[in-house]
Structures are given as structure tokens and as C-alpha cells.
């Protein structure tokens, strides 16, 4: 859906632009919230969302209703955070980090490559404050609020011909997000990274245009990319980060009262969100296994891929002025 057709839609469908309170701060009566995801029901996202919405419903007695569009029906995630920065169409949603680069270029160091060690480190992470200065940015540059943390999911390599070391690696043509840090990265690994709208991934790989991309295996379960990305390559190389977030201009539109309760049930929904997509990740990984749908690998010498990253990792955050930032994630215990 291209964003004029969108524009047109949403015209007619109205906005979260009306959302106002009655006075002294009580939460006003047949409110509307609107919520979009790429996937379906089963996904964790989804299910973070329907978390959501279940606990500021119960909150509220029902007063807040919600409109959540699945299956990428309001476009794809760049079509989300443009939606959410203007105020528009789009209230809340679980958004990657590296898809809000656009508007706050810091962002996406939370979904850098190789950044976490494994789950505790991550989690360790998420349930801290340290992210805080990359919220605060992303509500100063973009206008969206941050209230919540989901993912979980460990992304691999998915790709038509297998790519299980470095010789294979190199010159590899795969799909990366739009975030200068991933191709950054996978450029240090000798790899031919290209930024390829997520809704065109399938096409470019069917056709040739590229060999594969880098996703978690919940995405490539839901959207069937097996079909023509069937080699899985455990890299491991990152734990997803995806933050719950809500159009600031919608937040700023509610009570106090309502604004505590919003918050509230985003730090809840995104903790369930973890906890799903982290136990789903493995399981999701041997269904597609079991079925024949994919062929798992490891990936030969994946301590060289560590060395690789760092000193990219280093000038990144140094050209952000996050030094401190990233090694304070680094330490985190």
C-alpha cells in the first residue's frame, strides 16, 4: 500500500488525531486506539500487543477500545514509524529499532549485531535503565514513546544455497535492515549487504536478486520464507530488541491517569513478549526442521565473526558519541 493510497485510507477511516479526555483527567468514553503488526495472531508481536490492550482494557473497564491491524495491512514497518511520528493512522505497535533509524539515527545501536551475549545478558539489558538515553532520543527526534521492550528472537542467516563459513560468506548478496550499523557489520565479514524493503524480500530472493537475508525464525515461519531461503545458519548474531511504542502525539493526548496505566501495561505486555518470542525461538527453528522445510547448520569458526565486529562496533558508537553507552551495555552483569 503506497503511502498516498494510505493517506486516502486513513482519511476515511479517520485518525487517533481526535483522541481527546474529558475533564480533570478522567478517561473519556468510546476511545479508540489503533495498533498495526506485520504478522498474524500466532506471532509475538501480535500476542505483545493483545497484552497490551488486554491490560490498559482491563485498567480502564473497558473504556479504551482498540483497532489493531495484522498482516502488514497498514504497510510495512518504515510505513510504521512514519505514521507513528506524524500522529497519524498508527497509535502503538512493535516496531525494530533499525527501521526508526531514519529519524533518530542512535536507535538502532539496541539491535546492533553481536552486541548481547546470550539471553541473561540481554534480559539483563532490557530490565535496566540503560537504554534510556536512546529512548530519550527517539522522543526528541522522532516523536515516539517508547513503553516497552518485546523480542527475544535470535537471528541467524537464512538463505537458497548454504553459507556455512567465512569463504561462503564472503561476497554472500543478502538482505540487511535499513540501519547503516547492519550493513556496517556485515560488510566487516566480508559480505555483500543490501537494504531491500522487508515486503520484497521473498521476490528478491526467488528472482536472484539477492541469496538471502538475516531474520529470527518466528518471521521466517509466519512468512513462509523457507520456501526459497531454506538453509539456516546459526550465527546467532543478535537477540532481537523490539521496542513496544506508541505516536508521543496520542500519548500526550491522554490524562495522567491514562498515561501511568499506558505505560504500566507496555513494561508488562513487553516483558510477556519476551518471555514468548525467547521460548517460541528454538521451538519455531525444530518445527521447520521436523517438517523438512529447512536444513539447520552451525556456522565454522563463529568466534572469527566476533573479532570482526568489534572494532565496527567501537567506531559506530564513537560516531554517535555512545562510547560510554555501549560499553556500559557490554558490562552489564
Same mark, same amino acid.
Do not use: C
Given at each position: 500500500?503506497?503511502?498516498?493510497?494510505?493517506?486516502?485510507?486513513?482519511?476515511?477511516?479517520?485518525?487517533?488525531?481526535?483522541?481527546?479526555?474529558?475533564?480533570?483527567?478522567?478517561?473519556?468514553?468510546?476511545?479508540?486506539?489503533?495498533?498495526?503488526?506485520?504478522?498474524?495472531?500466532?506471532?509475538?508481536?501480535?500476542?505483545?500487543?493483545?497484552?497490551? &490492550?488486554?491490560?490498559?482494557?482491563?485498567? *480502564?473497564?473497558?473504556?479504551?477500545?482498540?483497532?489493531?491491524?495484522?498482516?502488514?495491512?497498514?504497510?510495512?514497518?518504515?510505513?510504521?514509524?512514519?505514521?507513528?511520528?506524524?500522529? +497519524?493512522?498508527?497509535?502503538?505497535?512493535?516496531?525494530?529499532?533499525?527501521?526508526?533509524? +531514519?529519524?533518530?539515527?542512535?536507535?538502532?545501536?539496541?539491535?546492533?549485531?553481536?552486541?548481547?551475549? @546470550?539471553? @541473561?545478558?540481554?534480559?539483563?539489558?532490557?530490565?535496566?535503565?540503560?537504554?534510556?538515553?536512546?529512548?530519550?532520543?527517539?522522543?526528541?527526534?522522532?516523536?515516539?514513546? !517508547?513503553?516497552?521492550?518485546?523480542?527475544?528472537?535470535?537471528?541467524?542467516?537464512?538463505?537458497? #544455497?548454504?553459507?556455512?563459513?567465512?569463504?561462503?560468506?564472503?561476497?554472500?548478496?543478502?538482505?540487511?535492515?535499513?540501519?547503516?550499523?547492519?550493513?556496517?557489520?556485515?560488510?566487516?565479514?566480508? #559480505?555483500?549487504?543490501?537494504? !531491500?524493503?522487508?515486503?520484497?524480500?521473498?521476490?528478491?530472493?526467488? *528472482?536472484?536478486? !539477492?541469496?538471502?537475508?538475516?531474520?529470527?525464525?518466528?518471521?521466517?515461519?509466519?512468512?513462509?520464507?523457507?520456501? +526459497?531461503?531454506?538453509? !539456516?545458519?546459526?550465527?546467532?548474531? #543478535?537477540?532481537?530488541?523490539?521496542?513496544?511504542?506508541?505516536?508521543?502525539?496520542?500519548?500526550?493526548?491522554?490524562?495522567? &491517569?491514562?498515561?501511568?496505566?499506558?505505560?504500566?501495561?507496555?513494561?508488562?505486555?513487553?516483558?510477556?513478549?519476551?518471555?514468548? &518470542?525467547?521460548?517460541?525461538?528454538?521451538?519455531?527453528?525444530?518445527?521447520?526442521?521436523?517438517?523438512?522445510?529447512?536444513?539447520?547448520?552451525?556456522?565454522?569458526?563463529?568466534?572469527?565473526?566476533?573479532?570482526?565486529?568489534?572494532?565496527?562496533?567501537?567506531?559506530?558508537?564513537?560516531?554517535?558519541?555512545?562510547?560510554?553507552?555501549?560499553?556500559?551495555?557490554?558490562?552489564? &552483569?
Amino acid at each position: 500500500m503506497t503511502f498516498t493510497k494510505f493517506m486516502h485510507f486513513t482519511r476515511t477511516i479517520g485518525t487517533a488525531a481526535g483522541l481527546a479526555l474529558v475533564a480533570q483527567g478522567a478517561i473519556a468514553q468510546d476511545m479508540t486506539l489503533r495498533g498495526a503488526s506485520l504478522f498474524d495472531e500466532d506471532h509475538a508481536y501480535t500476542k505483545t500487543l493483545r497484552e497490551f &490492550e488486554r491490560l490498559v482494557s482491563e485498567a *480502564t473497564d473497558g473504556a479504551v477500545a482498540f483497532e489493531l491491524h495484522l498482516n502488514g495491512e497498514l504497510g510495512d514497518e518504515s510505513d510504521f514509524v512514519t505514521f507513528l511520528q506524524q500522529g +497519524v493512522a498508527i497509535d502503538y505497535a512493535v516496531m525494530a529499532p533499525s527501521n526508526m533509524a +531514519v529519524f533518530a539515527p542512535s536507535i538502532p545501536l539496541m539491535d546492533m549485531p553481536f552486541l548481547f551475549r @546470550d539471553l @541473561d545478558h540481554w534480559n539483563a539489558v532490557l530490565s535496566s535503565d540503560v537504554l534510556a538515553p536512546l529512548e530519550e532520543q527517539l522522543l526528541e527526534k522522532a516523536d515516539i514513546k !517508547i513503553i516497552g521492550y518485546a523480542g527475544g528472537g535470535t537471528r541467524n542467516l537464512a538463505s537458497s #544455497a548454504p553459507v556455512t563459513n567465512m569463504d561462503e560468506l564472503s561476497g554472500h548478496k543478502m538482505r540487511v535492515m535499513g540501519a547503516p550499523i547492519q550493513a556496517q557489520v556485515f560488510s566487516a565479514l566480508d #559480505a555483500a549487504p543490501s537494504v !531491500i524493503a522487508y515486503n520484497e524480500v521473498y521476490n528478491a530472493i526467488q *528472482t536472484g536478486v !539477492i541469496a538471502g537475508f538475516e531474520n529470527e525464525a518466528a518471521a521466517i515461519q509466519n512468512l513462509k520464507f523457507y520456501e +526459497v531461503a531454506p538453509n !539456516i545458519t546459526l550465527t546467532k548474531h #543478535a537477540i532481537t530488541v523490539r521496542p513496544l511504542v506508541m505516536a508521543n502525539k496520542t500519548f500526550q493526548k491522554l490524562s495522567p &491517569e491514562l498515561q501511568q496505566i499506558v505505560l504500566d501495561a507496555g513494561a508488562k505486555a513487553g516483558a510477556l513478549g519476551r518471555e514468548v &518470542e525467547s521460548s517460541e525461538d528454538a521451538m519455531k527453528l525444530q518445527q521447520m526442521a521436523d517438517a523438512g522445510q529447512v536444513q539447520v547448520a552451525e556456522f565454522a569458526g563463529r568466534e572469527k565473526l566476533l573479532d570482526l565486529v568489534v572494532p565496527v562496533q567501537d567506531a559506530y558508537a564513537a560516531e554517535l558519541g555512545a562510547t560510554d553507552l555501549l560499553a556500559a551495555i557490554r558490562d552489564m &552483569e
